[in-house]
């Protein structure tokens, strides 16, 4: 059973809009996350990661928001650009083991 | 030239055939990982060198077989594989092998298995 789900296989969003991609996990051990994008062609790259002890970090256009009671964290994009349109993994990380999401592929339209 | 490089970008081989996957990191980094990306699926970790040992080998067949000659080099050695086993396969490195630093990936080779 997958311990990292990404629900939405796509989302559609409005340029200048904001994005916003969900990722629930159900290992309660979990206590560092990671956003990676992945355009075609190329390999995933890094994006922004969060602690288990905050609840919140803020990278420019990019927030992550950590639920930890509701073992949900999400990934703001504000505001949202054509550029952004990529494929979003999350991961989450307990002792040596990192386990991604399905992914959620984000289109921004101009 | 910086980050991770991978070769080849595509390929395409028979059930019968031997290939290798190459993988090179410029980043001074002491671990270096393969992952595979099947449709629809997320990305499984598959061997995991954290300064040229095997630390890690999710209970992958024995038709494929990693080997990593020195910290800035990792192949993956391909024979007998299955039409299941086309995917993406994506090398990654990391400063020191743990499982919370963000991962450098390559591009990736697409396989094709007929």
Not at chain 1, 78 to 105: E, H, I, K, W
Not at chain 2, 9 to 36: D, F, I, P
Not at chain 2, 46 to 63: A, D, G, T
Not at chain 2, 66 to 95: G, I, K, M, R, V
Request: aromatic share 10%; charged share 20%; proline share 5%.
């Amino acid at each position: 059973d997958q311990q990292v789900k990404q629900n939405s296989p796509s989302l559609s969003v409005q340029e200048g809009r904001i994005s916003i991609l969900n990722c629930d996990y159900t290992n309660s051990m979990f206590d560092y996350f990671l956003w990676y994008k992945k355009y075609p062609a190329e390999g995933p790259t890094f994006l922004i990661s969060i602690s288990s002890i905050k609840d919140k970090n803020e990278d420019g256009r990019f927030t992550v928001f950590l639920n930890k009671s509701a073992k949900h964290l999400s990934l703001h994009i504000v505001p949202s650009q054509p550029g952004d349109s990529a494929v979003y993994f999350c991961a989450a990380s307990a002792g040596n083991m990192l386990t991604f999401g399905g992914g959620t592929r984000l289109m921004v339209k101009p | 030239e910086t980050g991770v490089t991978q070769t080849p970008r595509h390929l395409v081989m028979g059930m019968t055939n031997k290939k290798s996957l190459k993988c090179e990191q410029h980043l001074g980094h002491n671990a270096m990982y393969w992952y595979k990306q099947s449709a629809k699926k997320p990305l499984e970790l598959m061997f995991v060198y954290s300064l040229e040992e095997r630390v890690e080998n999710n209970s992958v067949p024995s038709r494929f077989s990693p080997e990593c000659p020195n910290s800035s080099h990792l192949f993956l050695h391909l024979h007998t594989l299955q039409p299941e086993d086309s995917a993406l396969y994506l090398c990654a490195s990391s400063q020191y092998g743990r499982a919370d630093e963000k991962l450098f990936f390559g591009s990736g080779t697409q396989l094709s298995v007929l």
